[in-house]
């Protein structure tokens, strides 16, 4: 498990501005820091997929590197992942896409919830890295109904999983219901509250980058 917090970097600066109050209500901001982050956790990601070596042409001779034998598959969670899913393309800018509309879908006495997954659309997955993003890792229980869901489009021989904000059960919660999978995370926050948000975490991620919704 990586987490951005565990050391000094400039993650820590773009994870501050995203929790601060104060801040919060410049969305432009907001989106931008996701994506900044996700910019840095694709980086870091790309450091151990599997690469190649190949000869690179210049005006004076050759050069040899080492580059990616294959791109990902970025499969994001809708609608609080998009600036976060769009750091991951700037980077991994030939990679396929998959979306999953994905939410809660709250009981009447607001303390248990159902997700409800009404979108998908996603390529081959056979044999591809998949990283799976949602910027709140708060139950888990999104990101594994998500999981299952995709692999009736192929099983990846590898999938990792990035959020910035973690929650303790959340994270016990994966690797109990997907110990394949490998987590990215910005930071591990305390605590679930009674109403499974992350304390102190940044609030609804998807509000703060584009809006409230009805």
């Known amino acids: 498990m990586f987490v951005f917090t565990d050391q000094p970097s400039l993650a820590n600066q773009f994870i501050a501005e995203l929790r601060d109050v104060s801040l919060q209500k410049d969305r432009l901001r907001f989106r931008r820091n996701l994506e900044r982050l996700g910019e840095l956790m694709a980086y870091e990601i790309s450091k151990i ?5 190949v000869r690179v042409q210049t005006p004076l ?10 791109q990902p598959v970025l499969a994001t969670i809708l609608r609080a992942s998009l600036p976060f899913h769009q750091g991951f393309l ?3 800018d030939k990679a396929e896409n998959a979306f999953i509309g994905a939410y809660r879908g709250y009981h009447a006495n607001d303390d248990e919830f159902e997700i409800a997954m009404d ?11 998949v990283i799976l993003m949602d910027p709140m890792l708060a139950t888990g229980r999104s990101l594994e109904k998500v999981y299952h869901a995709l692999l009736r489009y192929g099983i990846p021989a ?7 904000i973690a929650s303790p059960e959340g994270i016990r919660y994966v690797r109990e219901q997907m110990p ?14 009674e109403h499974f948000y992350i304390v102190p ?6 509000d703060l980058a584009f809006g409230e919704k009805l």
Do not use: E
């Open 49 to 53: 997929l599997p690469h190649q070596v």
């Open 61 to 70: 001779g050759t050069s040899t590197t080492q580059l990616l034998l294959q």
């Open 90 to 92: 700037n980077y991994f």
């Open 119 to 129: 979108y998908m659309a996603s390529p081959d997955l056979s044999g591809k890295t």
């Open 158 to 164: 590898q999938t990792h999983i990035a959020a910035v």
């Open 180 to 193: 394949q999978c490998h987590l990215w995370l910005g930071a591990i926050d305390d605590r679930l509250d």
């Open 201 to 206: 975490g940044l609030g609804d991620a998807g």
